[in-house]
C-alpha cells in the first residue's frame, strides 16, 4: 500500500503543478479565530424600538405605505412623526449611538443611500498599510476598520453587542440599503454576537450585502439582497446563527455563504450534538450558485428553495484561508433544488463583466461568475466528508442531481503528505427524490450521481439513476477505498479550473463554458487514445493476426475503441463499460493468438493470402517448429493482461467497485496500455525476413 500511495502523491502533487494559480483564490479575509461556542442564537424582540431611522419626505412616505394593512400604515405613521423629532436619517447614525447590549433600531420604509458614508477615503485612511487581495480590495485588520469603517463598508456595525436592526414596512422591499456599487459591503457586522437583522433589503455593492464576521449569534430573518459582485448573504467564522425566510438573487458567487462555520464536529460522525449554522426556508436564484461555503461546516440546510442558478449548492475544501478545513458534516433535508442550468458565463465572453460593475446590467439579470464550475448540478460537494444528503427533492438539472470530488490539501495550502487525500470520505446519500417534482411531475436530472471514485465510505442510495460510475456503492455496503480519482475526470477537473473573470478566459474543452461534442476534452482523450490503439489494431490485424480469428479479435476491438469515444461523450451510460468488454476482448485474443505456436494458422480463403509465409510472434518468418522469441511470448502474455485489466475496469464501473483497491483499475490499464503500444509498435517496425517457411497445413474454412 505505501508504494501505491507514495506514487498517488507523486501524481497528486505533479497535477499541483499544473494548477492554475486563479483557482487558488476566492474570498480573502484577515486572520480569524472560531468563536468559543459559548454563545447562543439571539431571539426576535417585539418591543419598542430605541433608536429610528427615517427620511424626512413626508409626502413620499405616505405613497410608500399607501397599501399597508390599516394597523400596520397607522403604527408606521406613529413612528415617522415621533422619527421626525428624534430619530436619524442614516442608519449609521443611529448604529453610532449605541450604548449598550440589547438594544433595538426600527428603519421605516425608504430608500437610504447613506451619503456621509460614500466619500472616498482621504488622509491616513487612504494610505492603510495592508495587503491587496488579487479581487482588488485591502485586507484590513480589525483595528483598521475600525479606524476607517467606511473604506470598505456602506454600514459598519463593529463590536457591538446583541443588537437588532428591523424594518417597520409590510415586505423587505419597503425598506433598501443601496450601496449602488460604491462600497465593497452594504453592512458588515464585525465581531458582533447577538446580531439580528430583519425585513429589509441589501443591495448593489462591489462585494456582498450583508456581511456577517465572527460573531457567536446572528439572525438573518426576512432578509432580501440582491445584484453584488459576490455573495448575498456572507457568514464567516461564526457560530450559532440562523437564516430563515431569507432570499437572494443576482450574485455573482452565491446567495447564501456559511463560509467557515464553526467546527464543532470534527472528528464525530454522522450522529453530532448540533450544528454551528441552521438555514431554513429561503430561496435563492438567479446567482452563479444558490447556497455555497468554502469550509461549511456543521451547517443543517433544510426546506429551502435553490432554483434558476448555474448550480444549486455547493460546499468545498478548495480555497485556503478559511478556517476549518476540510469542510464537513453539513446536512441538507427537505429541499427544492431544480432547474440549476443558467449559462452566466457568455456575460464573461461577450465582455459585458469587463465593464465598471454600475454599467454591467445586474439589475436587468446579468450575472459575472467569480469562479469555474460545472453547470446544470444540483448539488457539488468538491472536497467535504461526513456529509449527509436526504429527502431533497432535485430535478430538472442538465448534467446531474449530485457531483462528489476529491481536493488534494495542497488545493488549500497544506503541503503535508498524510493531508493530501483528506477528503471526499463517508457522504451519504439517501431517499432523496431525483427527477421527479413533489407534484409528481417527471422532470429527469442528466444524470443521477457524477463521483471521481476517490474516498472511502461513500453511499447512494439504489434508486440513483444513470450515473458515472455506472456501479455506485450502496449504503451498508463495504464499498470502495480510493486515493486516486478517475484520471480522466482528474485531467478535466484541472483545465476547466483554469478560469478567470478579471482576464475574460474560458477555457476551452470544457463543457462548463459551452463545450459540446468533439469539442469536449474528454471525447478528444478518447478519440486520441482511440485512434492510437485502432492504428495498433490494424497493424497487428495486417502483420501477424491473419486468421478468421484475427480479423474476429481486430473487429472487437475496433467496435470496442469506437464504443470508448461514445461513452466519453454520454458518460452517464453504460457504454464505457460496454466499450471495456470489447476491448478486453480484443486483447485478452490477440495476445493469445500471438502466444499460438508456430505461427497463425489460416483459413487459405482470399487470392492474398495464398502463400504467405506462417509468422512468430515477432512477425518473422519461421519454421515450423522454431520457438517463439522470448520478447515476443512477453509481449503476448502483457496483452492478455492487458485484457484482463479492461474487463476489471468494466466490471468495476458497471458491476460493483472492487473493495481494497487504492486506486482504480483505470489508472493501471491507462499506465500499462502506453507501455503496451510502445512496445507494440517496436515489434511491428521490424521487418520481416523471406526465409524459407515449412508448409503451413490449411484449416478448413
Not at 449605541?98 to 425608504?110: F, S
Not at 459576490?230 to 463560509?259: I, K, M, Q, R, V
Amino acid at each position: 500500500m505505501r508504494p501505491l500511495r507514495g506514487a498517488a502523491t507523486v501524481v497528486a502533487l505533479t497535477l499541483a503543478l499544473l494548477l492554475p494559480a486563479s483557482a487558488a483564490l476566492a474570498h480573502e479575509e484577515r486572520p480569524v479565530k472560531l468563536p468559543d461556542g459559548t454563545g447562543s442564537v439571539p431571539v426576535h424582540r417585539t418591543g419598542e424600538p430605541d433608536l429610528l431611522v427615517c427620511k424626512s419626505d413626508r409626502a413620499d412616505f405616505g405613497r410608500r405605505i399607501a397599501d399597508f394593512p390599516p394597523d400596520l400604515r397607522r403604527r408606521n405613521l406613529e413612528l415617522f412623526d415621533r422619527c421626525q423629532e428624534q430619530g436619524y436619517r442614516h442608519l449609521q447614525e443611529a448604529v453610532d449611538k449605541v450604548d449598550r447590549p440589547g438594544m433595538n433600531i426600527a428603519i421605516l420604509p425608504g430608500v437610504y443611500l447613506e451619503e456621509p458614508s460614500l466619500p472616498e477615503p482621504t488622509g491616513d485612511c487612504a494610505r492603510l498599510p495592508a495587503r491587496w487581495s488579487a479581487w482588488g480590495y485591502q485586507i484590513l485588520s480589525y483595528e483598521q476598520q475600525r479606524q476607517c469603517p467606511h473604506n470598505q463598508n456602506l454600514v459598519a456595525i463593529l463590536g457591538i453587542k446583541d443588537l437588532q436592526i428591523e424594518g417597520t414596512g409590510a415586505k423587505p422591499t419597503d425598506v433598501i440599503i443601496d450601496a449602488q456599487y460604491r462600497k465593497l459591503n452594504a453592512i458588515r457586522a464585525d465581531t458582533a454576537n447577538g446580531i439580528y437583522f430583519r425585513n429589509f433589503t441589501a443591495q448593489r455593492t462591489t462585494f456582498n450585502s450583508i456581511y456577517i464576521l465572527a460573531a457567536d449569534g446572528f439572525v438573518i430573518d426576512t432578509m432580501l439582497t440582491r445584484w453584488n459582485d459576490e455573495y448575498g448573504f456572507l457568514t464567516f467564522a461564526s457560530d450559532h446563527g440562523l437564516y430563515t425566510d431569507c432570499e437572494s438573487h443576482g450574485n455573482g458567487d452565491s446567495g447564501l455563504y456559511p463560509g467557515s462555520a464553526s467546527n464543532i464536529n470534527d472528528g464525530r460522525g454522522h450522529d453530532v450534538p448540533r450544528y454551528s449554522i441552521e438555514i431554513r426556508r429561503c430561496k435563492s436564484h438567479g446567482n452563479m450558485v444558490g447556497y455555497s461555503g468554502t469550509a461549511g461546516d456543521s451547517v443543517y440546510v433544510h426546506d429551502n428553495e435553490f432554483f434558476d442558478n448555474m448550480g444549486g449548492a455547493s460546499m468545498d475544501s478548495a480555497f485556503a484561508g478559511h478556517p476549518g478545513l476540510p469542510q464537513n458534516h453539513a446536512r441538507f433535508e427537505r429541499n427544492r433544488i431544480h432547474d440549476n442550468n443558467r449559462d452566466y458565463y457568455r456575460y464573461v465572453a461577450d465582455g459585458t463583466c469587463a465593464k465598471p460593475t454600475a454599467e454591467r446590467g445586474y439589475e436587468r439579470g446579468v450575472v459575472c461568475p467569480q469562479i469555474g464550475m460545472p453547470r446544470g448540478t444540483g448539488i457539488i460537494t468538491a472536497g467535504g466528508n461526513w456529509n449527509v444528503f436526504r429527502d431533497n427533492w432535485i430535478w430538472g438539472h442538465e448534467s446531474a442531481a449530485f457531483d462528489l470530488l476529491a481536493v488534494p490539501a495542497f488545493i488549500r495550502g497544506e503541503g503535508a503528505l498524510g493531508k493530501q487525500f483528506d477528503t471526499s470520505h463517508h457522504n451519504l446519500y439517501e431517499g432523496n427524490h431525483l427527477g421527479v417534482t413533489p407534484e409528481g411531475v417527471s422532470r429527469p436530472n442528466g444524470a443521477g450521481v457524477s463521483w471521481d471514485g476517490q474516498g472511502t465510505g461513500n453511499c447512494w442510495q439504489d434508486d440513483a439513476g444513470p450515473s458515472t460510475p455506472w456501479a455506485l456503492p450502496a449504503c451498508g455496503s463495504a464499498g470502495p477505498s480510493r486515493i486516486l480519482g478517475e484520471p480522466v475526470k482528474l485531467a478535466k477537473g484541472y483545465l476547466c479550473n483554469d478560469y478567470s473573470i478579471r482576464e475574460r478566459r474560458l477555457p476551452a474543452g470544457c463543457e462548463w463554458y459551452g463545450a459540446a461534442g468533439v469539442a469536449r476534452v474528454e471525447v478528444q482523450l478518447a478519440l486520441a487514445g482511440s485512434l492510437a490503439l485502432g492504428l495498433v489494431a490494424v497493424l497487428l490485424r495486417r502483420r501477424a493476426l491473419r486468421s478468421r480469428a484475427g480479423l474476429a479479435v481486430t473487429v472487437a476491438g475496433l467496435a470496442g475503441l469506437t464504443l470508448d469515444v461514445l461513452g466519453a461523450a454520454y458518460g452517464h451510460t453504460p457504454l464505457p463499460a460496454a466499450a471495456l468488454v470489447l476491448m478486453g476482448a480484443w486483447w485478452i485474443g490477440a495476445g493469445l493468438l500471438w502466444l499460438r505456436p508456430g505461427g497463425r494458422s489460416r483459413t487459405g480463403t482470399g487470392a492474398g493470402e495464398a502463400g504467405a509465409e506462417a509468422v512468430d510472434g515477432t512477425g518473422a518468418g519461421v519454421g515450423t517448429g522454431a520457438e517463439e522469441p522470448r520478447r515476443g511470448r512477453g509481449f503476448g502474455w502483457f496483452t492478455v493482461v492487458l485484457g484482463v485489466l479492461a474487463l476489471a475496469d468494466a466490471f468495476d464501473k458497471a458491476v460493483v467497485m472492487i473493495p481494497l483497491l487504492p486506486v482504480g483499475p483505470g489508472w493501471i490499464r491507462g499506465l500499462l496500455c502506453g507501455v503496451w503500444v510502445l512496445w507494440a509498435v517496436v515489434l511491428l517496425a521490424r521487418r520481416p525476413s523471406r526465409t524459407a517457411a515449412a508448409p503451413v497445413e490449411e484449416v478448413p474454412a
